[in-house]
């Protein structure tokens, strides 16, 4: 796929549009043109996220057609601003919630929270499913030692690290027994998160085989299907009856959410992550008769995402094994197909490539 150089201007790049209920399309568009301030980056890598795929099958509203999705991605510098601090040819992971920065919000460091901020691929804000991108310098983060691919996963590792982090290191260390809800890629990222904050056992549940087993190959202690046991009795077993300190909500529908609340001991606590249904029904008697905290957390800080970008390319965690599919960016209308139909949940983390 040919790459805008520098030196043909009103070249023509692909996009990945999504136009409406279940329909994406591939299309040419212009080569973007920077504004005071902004870098051109050459997109490498942009990863599909699960509210990519939720906003293409039209249940979540959060993806207004015609629009270009995408925000998880990395990419090369090609333009940079005068004076800018990055010069060409630099390896960027790009922040994609364009925060205010002026904000009660934002002046506490909850940029995550900005109520003025747009995102990336997000509502009606064109992201990265294409070749190339404008951005602000302040959103970008370099990054060395890693492929784009994996440092596209900075988006997703630092929504889990920052769920992961809701818990105190002595908590995390302490706990006999921590049970991950949900084998994607948030579920597999606070499963890895919690090994590298020195989690001694993390039970991992899922309603794919597969994905069970792509969560043992990645550390998980034990592993729990609860379309083919009684759940609160097998977390019982497996924990000799105590049940467990902790659980990582990475899902976000009613049943995943009371499985996060049935395998806690009493004075237990649990964070979610999961965000696919606005409202979800869970035993609220069990959460206040056993004395449970239950904590939310929305997606990341700015130093988060910071810190996930160093330490993936540190290679503090192991990454790959989630990314199943590298898919060229013209066969996005054919991995979005792949990805509604997804089988067994054998694709996890689905990466389109420029190059």
Same mark, same amino acid.
């Given at each position: ?138 959103? !970008?983060?370099?990054?060395? *030692? %890693?492929? &784009?691919? /994996? ?10 690290? +920052? ?50 087993? !792509?969560?043992?190959?990645? *550390? %998980?202690? &034990?592993? /729990? ?10 977390? +019982? ?72 970008? +160093? ?45």
């Amino acid at each position: 796929m040919p790459f805008y150089d520098g030196r043909k201007e009103g070249a023509a790049i692909k996009a990945i549009y999504y136009v409406g209920d279940e329909r994406v399309e591939l299309r040419d568009i212009p080569v973007p043109e920077p504004k005071d301030g902004e870098c051109l980056i050459r997109i490498e890598a942009c990863g599909i996220c699960g509210s990519d795929v939720e906003g293409f099958l039209g249940k979540t509203g959060r993806r207004i057609p015609p629009m270009i999705m995408g925000h998880e991605f990395a990419g090369v510098v090609e333009k940079t601003p005068p004076g800018g601090m990055y010069k060409a040819g630099s390896k960027v992971a790009v922040f994609p919630k364009l925060f205010c920065g002026e904000c009660e919000t934002c002046k506490q460091g909850q940029v995550n929270l900005c109520p003025n901020a747009k995102f990336f691929g997000v509502m009606d804000s064109d992201g990265a499913m294409t070749e190339y991108i404008c951005a602000l310098e302040k959103y !970008l983060v370099p990054y060395h *030692g %890693a492929g &784009a691919d /994996v440092a596209s996963m900075a988006e997703p590792a630092a929504v889990s690290y +920052s769920a992961v982090s809701k818990l105190t290191d002595a908590q995390i260390t302490g706990a006999r027994n921590i049970l991950v809800v949900g084998a994607g890629t948030i579920g597999l990222m606070a499963l890895c998160w919690l090994k590298y904050k020195g989690a001694k056992r993390v039970i991992c549940s899922d309603a794919s085989d597969f994905r069970l087993s !792509l969560a043992s190959r990645m *550390g %998980a202690d &034990a592993a /729990v299907n609860p379309a083919k046991c009684e759940f609160e009795r097998k977390i +019982s077993e497996l924990t000799d009856g105590a049940m467990c300190d902790i659980s990582v909500e990475a899902v976000g529908i009613s049943p995943t959410a009371q499985a996060s609340v049935d395998a806690l001991k009493n004075a237990g606590r649990s964070v979610w992550i999961g965000n696919a249904a606005k409202m979800v029904s869970v035993n609220m008697q069990s959460i206040v008769t056993k004395e449970l905290q239950i904590i939310g957390n929305y997606i990341y800080s700015f130093e988060d995402f910071k810190t996930c970008v +160093s330490l993936l390319s540190e290679k503090a965690i192991d990454v790959t094994p989630m990314i199943t599919h590298r898919m060229d960016m013209g066969s996005g209308v054919e991995a979005f197909d792949m990805l509604r139909h997804n089988e067994g949940g054998r694709a996890v983390k689905v990466i389109l490539t420029n190059g």
